[in-house]
Nanobody, 123 residues
Framework: QVQLVESGGGSVQAGGFLRLSCAASGTRFSDYSVAWFRQAPGKGREFVAM????????RYAESAKGRFNIARNNAENTASLEMSSLKPEDTAVYYC????????????????WGQGTQVPVSS
């Protein structure tokens, strides 16, 4: 079992920067890939970025490429999502997830989730 807790959300103006953190407790965090998803009001949960457990390879949604950076520190059991040049359309609740058993961009294949952190971006 892995428990995930996100932090770092908060109001930010368009063009701004925010760093989200995901703290993991439990065993085997270093054995799991980690992803960030987001859910805007009235919409489904959308893939943002993921990082592999072994080679630290990364994947990004088109909307995140060039603006967001996902990283992890297995020694500290943490992951992060740095977001720059934020836009109002980035407004959402951001979720950290771990342990995927399928296509990484699908929320349904991720087993462990945090409670989410709000990121409102004002224009």
């Amino acid at each position: 079992q892995v428990q995930l807790v996100e932090s770092g959300g908060g109001s930010v103006q368009a063009g701004g920067f925010l760093r989200l953190s995901c703290a993991a407790s439990g065993t085997r965090f270093s054995d799991y890939s980690v992803a960030w998803f987001r859910q805007a009001p009235g919409k489904g949960r959308e893939f943002v970025a993921m990082i592999n457990w072994n080679d630290f390879g990364t994947r990004y949604a088109e909307s995140a490429k060039g603006r967001f950076n996902i990283a992890r520190n297995n020694a500290e059991n943490t992951a992060s999502l740095e977001m720059s040049s934020l836009k109002p359309e980035d407004t959402a609740v951001y979720y950290c997830s771990a342990y995927s058993t399928g296509r990484y961009h699908s929320a349904g294949v991720w087993h462990y989730w945090g409670q989410g952190t709000q990121v409102p971006v004002s224009s």
